[in-house]
T-cell receptor, first 115, second 111 residues
């Protein structure tokens, strides 16, 4: 059972480039989330999804886009990368009831540097 | 946005010692969670607390949901080297609101 998988593990982007961070879960979870973690800080929610076809903004959505065409996949898109988007990105999923009341399972993270 | 104040920021302790850390907020949360993050990994849920005053254990870990619903505590007894990591608290106001995370407590255990 793979759980939550994220690709790539590391990426360096130039300012203005775009990329998609991939996230897949094999637990048939309805809820999926994208967080960013800046050095010395807690996680901040970027976007979340309560099911296929439904997405909503979290605390820090600017500069990002998401889609949820299937239950399993929840890609995060950066259109015009900026140095402020240098961070570690975590994808997570949970079965139901949303957010913390049901255990969130986290992926291993994608470390992104924008130069 | 809402913030959780987590302290201490970091701790260096001897193996076998007990550890205490806490998380406070200026507003009420109805759920408190404690996560551990190891290097290069995502956070893993340790303990979830759903009721004010609740005291819950998971092995050597014990967490408490403060009576005021504005704080929570995590204790680790008889620390071992594998306890090393960053411990995050997270709060949730209600079942439909996002988690708010603290900045973490970095724990180092000296053998």
């Amino acid at each position: 059972n793979a759980g939550v998988t994220q690709t790539p593990k590391f990426r360096i982007l130039k300012i203005g480039q775009s990329m998609t961070l991939q996230c897949t879960q094999d637990m048939n979870h309805n809820y999926m989330y994208w967080y960013r973690q800046d050095p010395g800080m807690g996680l901040k929610l970027i976007y979340y999804s309560v099911g296929a076809g439904i997405t909503d903004k979290g605390e820090v959505p600017n500069g990002y886009n998401v889609s949820r065409s299937t239950t399993e996949d929840f890609p995060l898109r950066l259109e015009l990368a900026a140095p402020s988007q240098t961070s570690v990105y975590f994808c997570a999923s949970s079965r139901d009831r949303g957010f913390g009341t049901d255990t969130q399972y986290f992926g291993p993270g994608t470390r992104l540097t924008v130069l | 946005g809402q913030q959780l104040n987590q302290s201490p920021q970091s701790m260096f302790i001897q193996e076998g010692e007990d550890v205490s850390m806490n998380c406070t907020s200026s507003s009420i949360f109805n759920t408190w969670l404690w996560y551990k993050q190891e290097p290069g990994e995502g956070p893993v849920l340790l303990i979830a607390l759903y009721k004010a005053g609740e005291l819950t254990s998971n092995g050597r870990l014990t967490a408490q949901f403060g009576i005021t619903r504005k704080d929570s505590f995590l204790n680790i007894s008889a620390s071992i080297p594998s306890d090393v990591g960053i411990y995050f608290c997270a709060g949730q106001r209600s079942g439909n609101t996002p988690l708010v995370f603290g900045k973490g407590t970095r724990l180092s255990v000296i053998a």
